[in-house]
T-cell receptor, first 117, second 110 residues
Framework: DTGVSQNPRHKITKRGQNVTFRCDPISEHNRLYWYRQTLGQGPEFLTYFQNEAQLEKSRLLSDRFSAERPKGSFSTLEIQRTEQGDSAMYLC???????????????FGSGTQLSVL | DAKTTQPPSMDCAEGRAANLPCNHSTISGNEYVYWYRQIHSQGPQYIIHGLKNNETNEMASLIITEDRKSSTLILPHATLRDTAVYYCIVRNTNAGKSTFGDGTTLTVKP
């Protein structure tokens, strides 16, 4: 178990540029989540996948944001035409396949810190 | 998912028990209580969860009141490394996501 891996750890970009983050979940975890966190706040849900299907998207996920999880393995989160308000920590989490009971135990990566200048 | 209320901050002396409260007065019957913590510059880490019985693992104990409207996370012998933000979450078994509030910042002091 190598844990959830996120790359890059830090990203500095200029306003208007596109950025893409990658998340590699724990192998065989079927659910993958993206959260965003700003300083002093708890993580805010953005979207999640079950295998390759994107099942829910937050209203926070504007049309400049897109997430994919091809083949149900790693996931990417792209932000187009970045704005200064996009500056935040972007966290990825995965959850193993659950049997009955619906217990949700998330494993988080260390996040990607985005700074938009 | 039910909303939770936590104090914004707490202090604890090293070696003492840290008792972190969480209010979830609108919890429904099929909602579990989960606790996570987040150490600076890391992602949140799962600690423990429970439905209605008290639970204990190697990290902490979870005490849920009989009416399930509140719970307490207990770190029995807090160390400096337990300084973190602690999040209490209530989640429906069928929900797609876990909703985090702003948590309690616990500072363990020597």
């Amino acid at each position: 178990d190598t844990g959830v891996s996120q790359n890059p750890r830090h990203k500095i970009t200029k306003r208007g540029q596109n950025v893409t983050f990658r998340c590699d979940p724990i192998s065989e975890h079927n659910r993958l989540y993206w959260y965003r966190q700003t300083l002093g706040q708890g993580p805010e849900f953005l979207t999640y996948f079950q295998n390759e299907a994107q099942l829910e998207k937050s209203r926070l996920l504007s049309d400049r944001f897109s997430a994919e999880r091809p083949k149900g393995s790693f996931s990417t989160l792209e932000i187009q035409r970045t704005e200064q308000g996009d500056s935040a920590m972007y966290l990825c989490a995965s959850r193993e396949r659950q049997g009955g009971g619906g217990i949700e135990k998330l494993f988080f990566g260390s996040g990607t810190q985005l700074s938009v200048l | 998912d039910a909303k939770t209320t936590q104090p914004p901050s707490m202090d604890c002396a090293e070696g003492r028990a840290a008792n972190l409260p969480c209010n979830h007065s609108t919890i429904s019957g099929n909602e579990y209580v989960y606790w996570y913590r987040q150490i600076h510059s890391q992602g949140p880490q799962y600690i423990i969860h429970g439905l209605k019985n008290n639970e204990t693992n190697e990290m902490a104990s979870l005490i849920i009141t009989e009416d399930r409207k509140s719970s307490t996370l207990i770190l029995p012998h807090a160390t400096l490394r337990d300084t973190a933000v602690y999040y209490c979450i209530v989640r429906n078994t069928n929900a797609g996501k876990s909703t985090f509030g702003d948590g309690t910042t616990l500072t363990v002091k020597p």
